[in-house]
């Protein structure tokens, strides 16, 4: 009997951390713990993630109407990459605006990634098996391929103050990204990137720290739980591609720190 209360114990100290210390967290639009794209390993920082009530954080991150997705390509039907997945479509040589605003749910205390998931396919084409592309390129009628750098998406992110936003910010400053490789610091103000069938895109989104200047010449400011990050993703108008994204497309992942957890309402995965 001692020897089951000794093992109980020591599951539970697995599954609870410390009130102390630094875990890994992801933030998405809605529902972190019922995203289309979890796995594995997001369910494991789902099951450890919890608040200093012992509540997984991941399951009470209903922030509407603060967090949102939004889009001018136009109604969202299935999607052709990931089945019972509702997605909205931009068409080749057609230009959108995809804008997804999510909270943070923890303080963080290192750079944080921006992962984009995408399905990109050649124009007209419904199966990801078949018909996978890459945004900005094409085949020539006899056969050369070209890539087309002004003819991929580009990205905006900005950071905005939440309820527990550090003193001074008060208006919206845009984010950095470390470019890879290099680690130089590039600003997130319509940066050109490229994607490809329904892979995901990381992009490296630098801490900010209270005082500095980023590379749009800003003052910046750490930031806190309860602050919300907005990304806006463009598809111009020589687009090459069929390019779809949904509500659950962005995610963003870092380390928190533990003790700083900020809850919404109740939610669950599947």
């Given at each position: 009997?001692?020897?089951?209360?000794?093992?109980?114990?020591a599951?539970?100290?697995?599954?609870?951390?410390?009130?102390?210390g630094n875990?890994?967290?992801?933030?998405?639009?809605?529902?972190?713990?019922?995203?289309?794209?979890?796995?594995?390993?997001?369910?494991?920082?789902i099951?450890?993630?919890?608040?200093?009530?012992?509540?997984?954080?991941?399951?009470f991150?209903d922030?509407?109407?603060?967090?949102?997705?939004?889009?001018?390509?136009?109604?969202?039907?299935?999607?052709?990459?990931?089945p019972?997945?509702?997605?909205a479509?931009?068409d080749?040589?057609?230009?959108?605006?995809y804008?997804w605003q999510?909270?943070?749910?923890?303080?963080?205390?290192?750079?944080?990634?921006?992962?984009?998931?995408d399905?990109?396919?050649?124009?007209?084409?419904?199966?990801?098996?078949?018909g996978?592309?890459q945004?900005?390129?094409y085949?020539?009628?006899?056969?050369?391929?070209f890539?087309?750098p002004t003819?991929?998406?580009?990205?905006?992110?900005?950071?905005?103050?939440?309820?527990?936003?550090?003193?001074?910010?008060?208006?919206?400053?845009?984010?950095?990204a470390r470019?890879?490789p290099?680690?130089?610091?590039?600003?997130?103000?319509?940066?050109?990137?490229t994607?490809k069938?329904?892979?995901?895109?990381?992009?490296?989104?630098?801490?900010?720290?209270t005082?500095?200047t980023?590379?749009?010449?800003?003052?910046?400011?750490n930031?806190?739980?309860?602050d919300?990050?907005?990304?806006?993703?463009?598809?111009?108008?020589?687009n090459?591609?069929?390019?779809?994204?949904?509500?659950?497309n962005?995610?963003?992942?870092?380390?928190?720190i533990?003790g700083?957890?900020y809850?919404?309402?109740?939610?669950?995965?599947?």
């Amino acid at each position: 009997m001692r020897k089951l209360i000794l093992v109980l114990i020591a599951v539970a100290f697995i599954a609870t951390p410390a009130f102390a210390g630094n875990i890994p967290e992801f933030d998405a639009v809605g529902c972190d713990a019922a995203n289309y794209f979890n796995d594995a390993i997001k369910w494991s920082v789902i099951i450890n993630n919890t608040d200093g009530f012992l509540r997984p954080i991941n399951m009470f991150s209903d922030f509407y109407p603060t967090e949102y997705f939004s889009n001018t390509a136009g109604q969202e039907y299935p999607d052709p990459c990931f089945p019972q997945y509702l997605s909205a479509l931009t068409d080749a040589y057609n230009e959108a605006v995809y804008e997804w605003q999510i909270v943070l749910q923890m303080k963080p205390e290192s750079d944080i990634n921006l992962n984009i998931v995408d399905c990109v396919l050649k124009h007209n084409e419904f199966d990801i098996w078949t018909g996978a592309e890459q945004s900005g390129r094409y085949r020539a009628p006899w056969g050369q391929l070209f890539f087309v750098p002004t003819a991929n998406p580009s990205v905006t992110v900005e950071a905005m103050p939440g309820a527990f936003a550090t003193p001074g910010f008060e208006s919206a400053f845009t984010m950095d990204a470390r470019t890879i490789p290099g680690l130089s610091a590039v600003k997130l103000d319509s940066a050109l990137y490229t994607t490809k069938a329904l892979w995901e895109e990381g992009i490296v989104m630098v801490l900010p720290a209270t005082g500095e200047t980023n590379a749009s010449g800003q003052t910046v400011y750490n930031l806190k739980q309860g602050d919300v990050i907005n990304v806006e993703v463009t598809i111009p108008g020589n687009n090459t591609a069929d390019i779809r994204y949904g509500s659950d497309n962005v995610i963003l992942k870092y380390i928190g720190i533990v003790g700083t957890e900020y809850v919404g309402a109740q939610c669950y995965g599947g």
